[in-house]
């Protein structure tokens, strides 16, 4: 099991927590101590949602700790505790039934991170005794990946470009025993990545594709792809300052695929697990490519760019295009595509889109079993003419303003020969404190999508 800081040991002495629902905190209130009562009018507390309430003992520790988690609150309310908590052992005294005691551990475990690389943090998490019941290893192996994704989004694009996540994916490739290859630079013209190519020949580090491959070669094959765009100025199509400035993010579907593919890799699951990532900067110098260019694609389609800020999908494409080649069983793809399902759905919710209604509807339900929220977006065929151009098989954009993030799902869907497949618009980014997420990097839809692949491909 990884070893996570957050973790206390279980027979140390531990400050006991009571979680409560806010409609039973009168009952529970009843027959307690007289200072006890006085103590939560004087602070309000009725068990509000991610309310904390440290009750005193006589020589001044905290005696016990009153937590509110409302009426509505699933068990990912559990990480404000580590992210408000003073430093010290806890221990789960009593929680809501309906709280899964090993989503609990992995809510105290997502609370519990701080991006330190350059700032240290400014005091030390609080530790949790593993909550009864809890699959432990499970916990460790969620909140890792997840820290892992967090760290490598947070991670500003001086000290994350195409080389530093070349040697982040080839770092966990070796760790797990995986094969790993990588095509870079001009080499992939000659391989045939024409469009990877485009979209980061301006920039100083050379354009790559990365290709993991790990697992049994004859089990049922998963692939997992992500967009790797280390830094977006939006290319001659330049995205205002406001619209650049968290653009370190961009290569967040990256972080993605090798978030989940971790989390695989340290479960074992009996899968042939492949994932790609095209990584590339979307520069401007004398060698980016043009709105009106015509730029062929591994599958043979021709675009024409509409819009260089449309870079994403274009990367994409050849990668998803060499990824149906192996003929997966089960393709997912990450990546922070448009800004419009940000506009549709809010930073919180990501959109997913897929060919499979089964899939569709297991996705859904281990988004809520998970506490991962994702929703369903059309694959509109309707809109699939409005990237009709005269000059090429299609091009990079739909006709107007509208539907943005169902026009890239539809430009991806050319590119994919299998029979099961998911795209998820991610946004890879909390913009502010909320319990389990602290602000910054995040992985959005990792949870749902690992319960999907333990359903599918774990032997039991």
Not at 60 to 74: H, K, Y
Not at 268 to 290: M, Q, T, W, Y
Not at 350 to 375: C, H, K, M, V
Request: hydrophobic share 45%; net charge negative.
């Amino acid at each position: 099991m990884t070893e996570l800081p957050f973790l206390a040991d279980a027979a140390a002495p531990a400050t006991p927590i009571h979680a409560i629902r806010a409609s039973e905190w009168p009952q529970w209130l009843e027959g307690r101590p007289e200072a006890l009562r006085k103590l939560a009018a004087a602070h309000d507390f009725q068990a509000q949602n991610a309310r904390i309430l440290l009750v005193p003992a006589t020589d001044g520790a905290i005696e016990r700790v009153l937590f509110g988690v409302g009426d509505q609150a699933n068990a990912l309310v559990m990480g404000a505790l580590a992210q408000n908590l003073p430093a010290g052992d806890y221990k789960i005294a009593a929680a809501p039934r309906e709280f899964p005691a090993t989503l609990v551990a992995i809510a105290w475990g997502l609370g519990s991170y701080a991006f330190d690389r350059y700032k240290k943090r400014k005091r030390p998490a609080p530790r949790l005794a593993p909550p009864e019941g809890a699959d432990m290893s499970e916990a460790a192996r969620v909140v890792s990946a997840t820290w892992r994704a967090r760290d490598l989004v947070n991670t500003p694009t001086n000290d994350m470009g195409p080389e530093a996540l070349h040697a982040e994916a080839q770092r966990l490739a070796s760790a797990s025993g995986a094969a790993f290859n990588a095509v870079v630079g001009e080499e992939l013209l000659a391989q045939n990545y024409p469009l990877i190519h485009a979209v980061g020949r301006a920039a100083a580090e050379a354009p790559r594709l990365l290709h993991i491959s790990w697992g049994n070669t004859a089990a049922p094959r998963l692939t997992l792809v992500g967009k790797g765009v280390t830094f977006d100025t939006g290319g001659l199509d330049i995205k205002p300052s406001a619209g650049m400035r968290l653009m370190k993010k961009d290569m967040g579907g990256a972080a993605h695929a090798l978030a989940l593919a971790q989390i695989i890799m340290d479960a074992n699951i009996d899968v042939k697990l492949d994932v790609f990532l095209p990584v590339a900067e979307n520069a401007i110098s004398g060698a980016s490519f043009r709105p009106g260019d015509v730029i062929a694609s591994r599958k043979g389609l021709s675009v024409e760019i509409d819009n260089t800020d449309a870079e994403g999908r274009l990367i994409l494409a050849d990668a998803l295009t060499r990824a149906s080649e192996d003929a997966p069983t089960l393709l997912l793809n990450f990546a922070t595509l448009t800004g419009a399902a940000r506009t549709a759905l809010g930073p919180d919710l990501p959109p997913f889109y897929t060919n499979d209604d089964a899939l569709a509807a297991d996705l859904s339900a281990a988004s809520i079993e998970t506490a991962d929220p994702i929703w369903r977006m059309p694959l509109w065929s309707p809109y699939d003419s409005d990237m009709d151009t005269p000059i090429a098989d299609l091009k990079n954009g739909g006709d107007g303003a509208f539907a943005g993030s169902i026009y890239a799902a539809l430009f991806l869907k050319r590119f994919i020969n299998a029979p099961s497949w998911a795209h998820f618009d991610v946004f890879a980014w909390a913009p502010k404190d909320r319990p389990s997420r602290p602000a910054g990097g995040e992985a959005q839809a990792l949870r749902a999508c690992w319960r999907v692949i333990r359903q599918r491909f774990e032997k039991t």
